[in-house]
């Protein structure tokens, strides 16, 4: 099933066709090279207006695209393109200067024809494959804002530089209820404030993972479904507060869709960039610091290095919750002031910002629930956790990591509050982000899934989750969970102590 899904984004022609992920340019460009190809095979008649008509709106396209940025993804359809109109024009051209009209046999045109339009055709598959990513809409009664501001902590140095003075600096880009703006009000940037930083970290993360960043270059081009600086919703309620740390070489931005259907149920997600452990976090005064994190090939090296960098995550939480609490009374200017609920605090975070999490709650009681998405648990495992936990995991054998789920259930048995651990079917590690939104859909990758259930499945068990342990709402949570995938609950006998 296609929908239409309007993209405005600084007046630009952007809609995307949902289903094959083009814009009607795209569609059109690709519409009229395929159908110059098949011209060739019309009666006479019929081949001089409809290749005029046909070779006009390539062109047309062609210029519609140069304007707002021609896609890899379209090259081929170019490439197809410009073989074919030649051909397609010269009898035309040969005919007005009276000359006679040359045609290239069929037996000649035919594998022309069908390498032109093979080559057209590997454009909506790669489109496909790799989409300018559309955010689903969120579904709570709220509209979503956010804001990105930028905290250094006086009292910690920072440990990845040889420099005294240097003090640790985060990155917190905040998603909050916000009053529904007006329409045709220009939706934030995805993965950054502006699109050359999007372009800046796009690039970072294809390098993090191997890839050319032009595969994904359709990333930076997408916004997301909040709006910056949107004012805060009115009423004067006060929101519960979820802070989030990305996965090993994450970065902010990269849960959006969740951050953004949680703020749109009236929650506040705070998610860090923790320098020198993201791929790129781009700074106020326009530097830009890269990940000084790499493997060292040596398991037992690398786990005390695991431990070390969650360590400095889990600080890194817990002075931005320090931070919100500054801003909610005031001691920072900032329209959120008075609207935050620092009582009702979770801490989240996907593969070592799950790990990050869990360490931040056992270490810092002002958290009052934990997420933990797809993340081993690096560190020790006491003191014991004193907080509600759910850990959202793929299906893992003793054969994929023996260690895992052992280390997990560990952790959550020991705690002393009802947590839970849900394994999703047919999720992968990668399920847990906006990955599914603009990546192949390989079950190995993105898990199976899809574009569309990923990341209901994520923000469905959460909510769930956030609203039993943060607003005390009733409920059947564990058969809330089950019907997502196979659920282990590990009660206390002593309830959900907060």
Not at 227 to 255: C, H, I, K, M, Y
Not at 277 to 298: E, F, N, P, Y
Not at 472 to 490: F, I, Q
């Amino acid at each position: 099933m296609w929908r239409r899904v309007s993209r405005p984004e600084d007046g630009r022609v952007t809609e995307i066709i949902a289903g094959l992920y083009m814009s009607p340019p795209e569609l059109l460009a690709l519409s009229a090279g395929v159908a110059l190809v098949v011209a060739r095979w019309l009666p006479p008649a019929a081949r001089p207006r409809v290749t005029i008509a046909l070779g006009a709106v390539l062109v047309l396209s062609a210029i519609v695209l140069s304007v707002v940025g021609i896609r890899w993804q379209m090259l081929p359809v170019l490439a197809g393109a410009a073989v074919a109109l030649p051909f397609a024009l010269s009898p035309l051209l040969r005919h007005r200067s009276g000359r006679p009209a040359w045609r290239a046999r069929w037996w000649l045109a035919l594998p022309g024809s069908v390498v032109c339009l093979g080559l057209m055709a590997t454009a909506p598959v790669s489109a496909w494959g790799f989409p300018v990513p559309v955010f689903p809409e969120p579904s709570g009664g709220f509209a979503v804002g956010t804001r990105v501001v930028q905290w250094t902590d006086p009292r910690r140095p920072e440990t990845f530089t040889a420099d005294p003075n240097d003090r640790r600096t985060v990155v917190v880009q905040l998603w909050y209820p916000a009053r529904k703006s007006p329409a045709g009000a220009q939706r934030a940037q995805y993965l950054g404030r502006t699109e050359h930083e999007a372009r800046i970290v796009s690039d970072a993360l294809a390098h993090e993972v191997g890839l050319p960043g032009f595969l994904i270059d359709g990333v930076p081009r997408a916004r997301s479904r909040s709006v910056f600086d949107a004012p805060v919703a009115g009423g004067g309620e006060r929101f519960p507060v979820v802070l989030f740390s990305p996965g090993s070489g994450g970065v902010r931005t990269q849960n959006t869709a969740w951050a953004e259907e949680l703020a749109g149920h009236g929650y506040v997600v705070a998610a860090l960039d923790h320098p020198y452990d993201s791929a790129a976090v781009v700074l106020d005064d326009g530097r830009t610091i890269h990940t000084k994190l790499a493997s060292t090939g040596d398991r037992d090296k690398d786990d005390k290095l695991a431990v070390d960098w969650t360590a400095v995550r889990a600080a890194d939480l817990g002075f931005v919750l320090t931070r919100l609490e500054h801003l909610d009374r005031g001691e920072i200017t900032d329209p959120l002031t008075g609207r935050l609920d620092t009582g009702r605090v979770a801490a989240t975070g996907h593969s070592m910002g799950g790990a990050a999490a869990l360490q931040a709650a056992r270490q810092d009681q002002r958290f009052d629930a934990v997420i933990d998405l797809d993340g081993y648990p690096h560190g020790p495992t006491s003191p014991s956790l004193r907080r509600p936990t759910l850990a959202l995991t793929q299906a893992i054998t003793p054969g994929t990591d023996p260690d895992y789920i052992p280390r997990l259930t560990e952790a959550l048995r020991l705690g002393t509050a009802t947590s839970y651990r849900l394994t999703v079917p047919g999720a992968a590690h990668l399920t847990f982000m906006d990955g599914p939104l603009y990546l192949p859909p390989v079950p190995s990758i993105v898990g199976s899934l899809g574009r569309t259930e990923s990341p209901h499945v994520v923000a469905a068990t959460t909510l769930a989750f956030l609203d039993t342990t943060l607003r005390d709402k009733p409920g059947d949570l564990a058969g809330v969970l089950s019907t997502y995938g196979d659920l282990s609950v590990y009660p206390s006998g002593k309830g959900n102590s907060r």
